[in-house]
């Protein structure tokens, strides 16, 4: 059967450890959570969303992942963690 993918995505919580600061339009945002889809050539491409660090009911607003080494494994264990999951969801 001749199946077309557009698009895959996962989303991923922060770690406590590994969770950032932001600011946009001069609120600073907590980023708590990850999503990262697999784009149609291939390549991979990840957003963080956090909130307002204040609290309140502020929007849950997306910022770019920065390049750091411990963020990026983070981002592969997730993906390979999706992997098993939907492997063993084929087997059932």
Same mark, same amino acid.
Not at 19 to 23: E, Q
Not at 28 to 35: A, D, K, Y
Not at 37 to 42: F, I, K, N, T, V
Not at 77 to 92: H, I, K, N, P, Y
């Given at each position: 059967? $001749?199946?077309?993918?557009? *698009?895959?995505?996962?989303?991923?919580? !922060?770690?406590?450890?590994l &969770?950032?600061? $932001?600011?946009r &339009? #001069?609120e600073? @945002?907590?980023?708590?959570?990850?999503?990262v889809?697999?784009?149609? =050539? =291939?390549t991979?491409?990840a957003k963080? %969303?956090g &909130?307002?660090?204040a =609290?309140? &009911?502020?929007? %849950?607003?997306? @910022?770019?992942v920065? $390049?750091r080494?411990? +963020?990026?494994? +983070? !981002?592969e264990?997730?993906?390979?963690?999706?992997? #098993? +999951?939907?492997? *063993?969801? #084929?087997?059932?």
């Open positions: 059967m $001749d199946v077309e993918v557009n *698009a895959l995505a996962l989303n991923v919580t !922060i770690p406590a450890h &969770r950032w600061t $932001d600011v &339009r #001069g600073e @945002f907590t980023l708590q959570t990850l999503t889809r697999l784009l149609p =050539g =291939g991979p491409a963080a %969303y &909130r307002p660090t =609290g309140g &009911r502020g929007a %849950y607003v997306s @910022f770019p920065p $390049d080494p411990e +963020l990026t494994e +983070l !981002i264990a997730a993906a390979a963690r999706a992997a #098993g +999951l939907w492997a *063993a969801a #084929g087997r059932s």
